[in-house]
């Protein structure tokens, strides 16, 4: 993350001499176990098997929805109150956006579900509003999309991001934005509109308690809640910018980025926001023409694959949001809340966060991810292309995670 938060700890505290291999040898281990992993499932799993109806009924303690909401109106407050603080680097207002929400979004989805759903304040003073027309089909996701790249751009390329004017403006466009959409359609307009109840959603979607589709509260095979995930215009979007985004993160700390950003003659921003472009514009290209080739290798529509297997980039989004910002989120989130005590001076604690330590997390999240991509991707093709095709249409898929690994690593260790 290179905001003026805390440049130093941008993409974690590793580098290229923490590694427990060489970088090369490094590659070469990733690729080959995208590569065995992929003739094992070939072997062992040749039908499909994810069930997004399977899982344990939970026995729970009905919470009143108006709690959670309560609390997100409570958290809307605290963030509010941070403006009328002097902005300075002891305000935690950046902290709070950059960090614990932004960041601990994902683990927090991750252990508990959608959450955002429940906690999400615009949606809890949107809900006396009406339909006044139907949201078209043909709009999907396309806002979320929108939302995360727009919060991307701020993150990452905007000038003066961690200062309370740019982080309030941007906070209250978002929001007139999101209150307009749902006074037109609806309060349901946030469950693809807003891109923050989006990402929320796919990442619980990981989660090993989740609802099935007849609403039962379930333990599940976090497998299974991702198989879930359908084709709707837009998915596709929401999944390369999310992984673009994180991409570019790692690119504009490596030194040739910033070297050609001082000696290009382009404002910074215009350079970060072409550079923010291309990194996604690549993602989904790549994506695109693997998926496609897939879907004609394996004698299936071309044009249904990139929304078919769009559930399978969540698990390697997640997995590079853990690489990219695990030391971030424990340092600057113990900061931010000491700042919200008012203890500038608070020491955090460092136990869990060692150079070779965060180059094993970073190094373990991003296989972890693909892999579990690559089951993903092997269940859906199971049962979307012939079985005489199954394997050999996914060959261009297991080509797009190991360029996915091999670039990822290649950015978070050579930087």
Known sequence: MNTDLAPALAHGVGGRQDLPLTLGQLLVGAAAALIVSFVVLGVAWRAPRLDPAAGRPVRTVPV????????????????????????????????????????????????????????NPLRTLSLGFKPRRPLPEGVGYWPAA?????????????????TLPVIGTWLAVYAV??????????????TRGDAFEVLSDLAGRLA???????????????????????????????AVVLLGATFYDAMSGALFWLRFTQENGLPA??????GLLAVIGA????????????????????????????????????????????????????????????????????GVITPTGVANVQITAIILGHLVGTVLAHDRALKVFPRAQAMTGQVPLLGLMVTYTVAGLLLLFTG
Do not use: K
């Open 269 to 274: 921003p215009v350079t970060g926001t072409l």
């Open 208 to 238: 090993v308690i989740g609802r099935r589709p007849d609403g039962t509260l379930a333990w599940r095979n976090p497998l299974d809640g991702i198989a879930g995930l359908r084709p709707a215009p837009g998915l596709v979007a929401v």
């Open 64 to 119: 009143p929805a108006v709690i959670p909401r309560l609390v997100g109106i409570l958290l809307l407050a605290v963030l509010a109150w941070t403006f009328t603080l002097p902005d300075t680097a002891d305000n935690p207002a950046a902290g709070i956006v950059y960090v614990l929400f932004w960041v601990g979004l994902v683990p927090l989805s991750l252990l508990l579900g959608p959450v955002w759903r429940a906690l």
């Open 283 to 350: 993602v989904a290209l790549a994506y695109t023409v693997a998926t496609r080739t897939s879907g004609r290798r394996g004698h299936t529509s071309a044009e249904r694959m990139p929304g078919e297997l769009a559930h399978s980039i969540v698990p390697i989004v997640v997995g590079y949001v853990v690489a990219h910002y695990y030391s971030l989120f424990v340092l600057e989130g113990q900061r931010t809340v000491a700042l919200l005590f008012d203890r500038p001076d608070f020491d955090p604690w460092t």
């Open 177 to 190: 934005a999101m209150l307009a959409g749902a006074f037109v359609y609806g309060p349901d307009w946030h």
């Open 146 to 162: 929108a939302g995360l790249f727009a919060f991307a751009w701020l993150e990452l390329v905007a000038p003066d991001r961690a």
